[in-house]
């Protein structure tokens, strides 16, 4: 039973930067893409981005494209979010996934995700 466990959020001003972290434990998540998705309060969960299983792709949402950057280390099972500019509108509690299958290329629907972890809250004040 694969684990995902979030950190680095926090408070911040907008401008700043801040970087999360997820740790998977129970799988190795070489031959997984992964995302990050976020969720806002009152909102559904939106995708944010997605890195494939040979760290060779990466896809973004139009509203974080050249201001967030994801990445991996296979060799640790982490996969990091990198978020510069902060906006307040990026205010949500950020998730992340592990894909569904093996050795598809990054999706960025929340049904092709399982395994979520709890969460990391990301504020961001003007």
């Known amino acids: 039973q694969i684990q995902l466990v979030e950190s680095g959020g926090g408070l911040v001003q907008a401008g700043e930067s801040l970087t999360l972290s997820c740790v998977t434990s129970g799988r190795n998540i070489r031959d997984y893409s992964m995302g990050w998705f976020r969720q806002a309060l009152g909102k559904e969960r939106e995708f944010v981005a997605a890195i494939s299983w040979s760290v060779t792709s990466t896809y973004y949402a139009d509203s974080v494209k050249g201001r967030f950057t994801i990445s991996r280390d296979n060799a640790k099972n982490v996969v990091y979010l990198q978020m510069n500019s902060l906006k307040p509108e990026d205010t949500a509690v950020y998730y992340c996934?592990?894909?569904?299958?093996?050795?598809?290329?990054?999706?960025?629907?929340?049904?092709?995700?399982?395994?979520w972890g709890q969460g990391t809250q990301v504020t961001v004040s003007s």
């Open positions: 996934g592990i894909d569904k299958q093996t050795f598809y290329m990054p999706r960025r629907i929340v049904d092709a995700y399982g395994s």
